[in-house]
C-alpha cells in the first residue's frame, strides 16, 4: 500500500513532505497558472524532482556544469563564518549548517552520477525530504519573478549625452540612511553630483530610467566608449522600502495593473520621458554601488549567482545557500522570436535576496546578463510551487 504524504507546518513558512520511495507525488497540491497562461499547466505533481534542463530540452544543450558551479557557490557560502551565523538562529528545527551542507554534498555527487532526469529524479526521491514553502496562501502558492543584470552603455566622465550617474557608497553613509531619492539627487536626477554625492560617481549613464534599473536589479555589466567594459555591483541602500515603479503608475491610472510588464512601463516612460521627474522620485530607496572589476553578479551571501541556477528569497525566512526545487512557468524564445512561457520545473540555489522579496510568497530568479535575460526577466511573473531538500534523518 502507498504512504500518503505527511505534511507538517512548520510555523514560519515551509512545510516539510516527507516522502516514501514510492510515487510520492501524487499528493502534492495543483494549481493553475495565471490567466494568460492557462495553456499550459503548473506544478504538475509527476515533475517533483525532475529537471530536463541539466542535460537539455527543447534544442537547448544542457547546463550541468553551471548547475554544479552554483553548487559550488554554496558550498563555499555554507563553510563561512556568516553560514555559521546565519543557521545558530535559523528557526526550524531540523534545517541546520550541517544537514545543509551534506544535502548539497550528496546532491552534486547524484548529479555527477546521474546519467538522465528519470534517474535524478529517482534517487532524489529516495535520499531526500522535500520542504514546502507555505507559500503567499498558507497553501504553497509562490509568486515568481525574475531579474537580471543588464549591459548599457556608460561613460567615465559626465558629457551632454552620459548626464545620469550612479554612485559609490559614501563614506558618511550611516548619516544619510534616511533621506529620500529627492533628497540624494534632486527630482531631475541631477542634483547630486552638486550636493552630497558630489564626488562619488562611478560612471554616467545616458538615461535616468537605465540608472535607476542598474539600482533596482542591483548590479551592472557598463560598456565605455573606448569599448572597456567595467562591473558594478551592489554596496549598499538606503533605509526606504522598496516602492513598485509599475504599481504607482497602475494606481494612477496611467497603465491598466493587469499585463503590466517592464517592457510595458519603457514604452511607456519612452513616450511620455517628462513623467520620469513625477514618477522616479517616489522610489525612495536609493542604492550605491562598488567596481567588481569583472567579477560575475554576486548574491547576498557573497558569491556568485548562476543564470538559471539562483534564486533570491526572504532569508528571514529561508535556508540561505540551500538547494531548491521551483516550479513554474517561464518565458523563453520561440523558434519566430517571440517568448512563450513552457513549464519548468528546476534545481536552483537560494543565494540572494532583495528589497522587493518578503514572506515565504516571494521568489526572484535569476535570468543571466545582457538584452535577452532582460526581455525574459520583465515579463516573468507566475505563480507556482517552492520546494527545499534536504537529505532524510
Same mark, same amino acid.
Given at each position: =500500500? ?8 512548520l ?11 514510492s ?22 505533481p509527476?515533475?517533483?524532482?525532475l ?9 537547448q ?11 559550488d ?27 545543509v ?11 555527477v ?35 537580471y ?16 550617474p550612479?554612485y ?8 544619510l ?9 534632486g ?38 566608449p573606448?569599448?572597456? =567594459?567595467?562591473?558594478?555591483?551592489y ?7 522598496y ?24 514604452d511607456?516612460?519612452?513616450r ?19 567596481e ?25 525566512? =529561508?535556508?540561505?545557500g ?8 517561464l ?36 535570468m ?13 511573473g507566475?505563480?507556482g ?9
Amino acid at each position: =500500500m502507498r504512504k500518503k504524504i505527511a505534511s507538517i507546518a512548520l510555523g514560519v513558512g515551509i512545510t516539510i513532505l516527507a516522502t516514501s520511495v514510492s510515487p510520492v507525488a501524487r499528493a502534492v497540491p495543483r494549481l493553475l497558472s495565471v490567466t494568460q497562461q492557462k495553456n499550459v499547466e503548473c506544478c504538475q505533481p509527476d515533475l517533483l524532482g525532475l529537471d530536463e534542463q541539466i542535460w537539455g530540452e527543447n534544442g537547448q544543450s544542457g547546463d550541468w556544469r553551471s548547475l554544479l558551479r552554483s553548487i559550488d557557490h554554496s558550498l563555499k557560502y555554507i563553510q563561512s563564518p556568516a553560514a555559521a551565523r546565519a543557521y545558530r538562529k535559523y528557526p526550524i528545527k531540523g534545517i541546520t549548517r550541517d544537514r545543509v551542507w551534506r544535502s548539497l554534498v550528496r546532491f552534486r555527487q547524484l548529479v555527477v552520477k546521474s546519467r538522465t532526469p528519470a534517474e535524478l529524479q529517482a534517487a532524489v526521491r529516495r535520499e531526500f525530504d522535500f520542504y514546502q514553502s507555505s507559500g503567499r496562501n498558507g497553501r504553497g502558492e509562490v509568486l515568481f519573478t525574475a531579474y537580471y543584470e543588464p549591459i548599457y552603455l556608460a561613460s567615465r566622465v559626465p558629457t551632454a549625452e552620459f548626464r545620469y550617474p550612479l554612485y559609490r557608497l559614501p563614506p558618511n553613509f550611516a548619516k544619510l540612511q534616511r533621506l529620500t531619492r529627492w533628497q540624494l539627487e534632486g527630482k531631475d536626477g541631477l542634483s547630486g553630483s552638486k550636493n552630497r554625492l558630489r564626488g562619488l560617481e562611478i560612471v554616467w549613464l545616458r538615461d535616468r530610467l537605465e540608472a535607476l534599473l542598474v539600482q533596482i536589479q542591483g548590479s551592472a555589466r557598463l560598456l565605455l566608449p573606448d569599448g572597456k =567594459m567595467i562591473t558594478l555591483g551592489y554596496a549598499g541602500k538606503t533605509a526606504h522600502p522598496y516602492v513598485s515603479l509599475g504599481k504607482e503608475l497602475a494606481k494612477d491610472g496611467k497603465l491598466p495593473l493587469s499585463g503590466l510588464t517592464l517592457p510595458v512601463m519603457i514604452d511607456y516612460f519612452r513616450r511620455y520621458p517628462e513623467e520620469l521627474s513625477n514618477y522616479i522620485p517616489r522610489v525612495r530607496g536609493f542604492v550605491f554601488f562598488r567596481e567588481t572589476h569583472g567579477a560575475p553578479a554576486t548574491g547576498s551571501l557573497g558569491v556568485p549567482v548562476t543564470a538559471e541556477r539562483s534564486i533570491a528569497t526572504d532569508k528571514s525566512l =529561508m535556508p540561505p545557500g540551500a538547494l531548491a526545487l521551483m516550479q513554474t512557468e517561464l518565458p523563453f524564445a520561440s523558434n519566430f522570436g517571440q517568448l512563450e512561457y513552457r513549464h519548468v520545473s528546476r534545481y536552483v540555489l537560494d543565494q540572494d535576496t532583495g528589497s522587493a522579496i518578503k514572506g515565504p510568497g516571494r521568489v526572484d530568479y535569476f535570468m543571466g546578463t545582457g538584452q535577452r535575460a532582460g526581455d525574459r526577466a520583465g515579463v516573468t511573473g507566475s505563480r507556482g510551487h517552492l520546494y527545499y531538500l534536504l537529505l532524510k534523518q
